[in-house]
């Protein structure tokens, strides 16, 4: 999407991201619920690696059949052990990783979109962990970046994903810096308290987009 701006539409779109363990999927169910549409690219990204066939045969052969089980379904934390093997300082998985993966979801979510608006909807919510990195950024009106204190994040991925702190450092250096996307954001909301207080945050940054 970078340097594709739409030009001249009647429409806005806002990204949501944030680092490991922020709380950014929590944030955009809470703006699915309040009746907004969201897209999410991790569940895109997931339905490509299972559905695309080309796709599979890329991954198939960079990392291993064994990153699929019987039914032919992506071994989400089998890959991810190979990607952020915390015995390695190698990038080159990764970066193959979303050499593959990225255009095809990228194309997902921009047919998605378009769904939506031939609906109608006019104010369209696209919830992603890779925004900055994937070069999506030039693409959207507004990003909002949800972030908390690094400990909360690493124990809060911690209980979800039962990994150890040194492994979810690890996934964290992967992508760009926490303090890079809030300088780059149009709006930071800090998720240390409670889901209430990230409620209401939420609710204002809302209503700051819809009096733009």
């Not at 955009?28 to 045969?57: C, H, R, W």
């Not at 970066?95 to 997902?108: A, E, F, S, Y």
């Not at 109608?120 to 990195?133: Q, W």
């Not at 954001?185 to 700051?208: C, P, R, T, W, Y």
């Amino acid at each position: 999407m970078k340097n594709k701006k739409i030009i001249d539409k009647d429409f806005v779109l806002v990204g949501i991201t944030g680092g490991i363990g922020s709380g950014k999927t929590t944030a955009a169910n809470y703006i699915a619920q309040l009746g907004y549409p969201v897209i999410y690219t991790d569940s895109l990204a997931k339905f490509v690696m299972n559905n695309d066939e080309y796709v599979k045969s890329q991954l198939k052969n960079y990392f291993g059949s064994e990153i699929y089980n019987s039914n032919g379904e992506i071994v989400a934390e089998k890959l991810s052990s190979i990607v952020f093997d915390i015995n390695s300082n190698n990038d080159e998985n990764l970066t193959r990783l979303n050499q593959i993966v990225h255009p095809p979801t990228i194309d997902l979510m921009m047919e998605e979109i378009e769904k939506l608006l031939e609906k109608g909807e006019k104010l369209i919510f696209v919830e992603s962990a890779l925004i900055y990195e994937a070069g999506l950024e030039d693409g959207f009106d507004y990003i909002i970046v949800i972030d908390a204190d690094e400990e909360k994040r690493i124990e809060r991925t911690a209980t979800r994903l039962k990994l150890s702190s040194e492994e979810i450092r690890k996934r964290n250096s992967k992508q760009i810096s926490t303090e890079y996307k809030r300088n780059m954001a149009d709006f930071v909301i800090e998720n240390n308290g409670d889901i209430e207080q990230m409620h209401k945050s939420i609710d204002f940054v809302l209503s700051l987009i819809k009096m733009a």
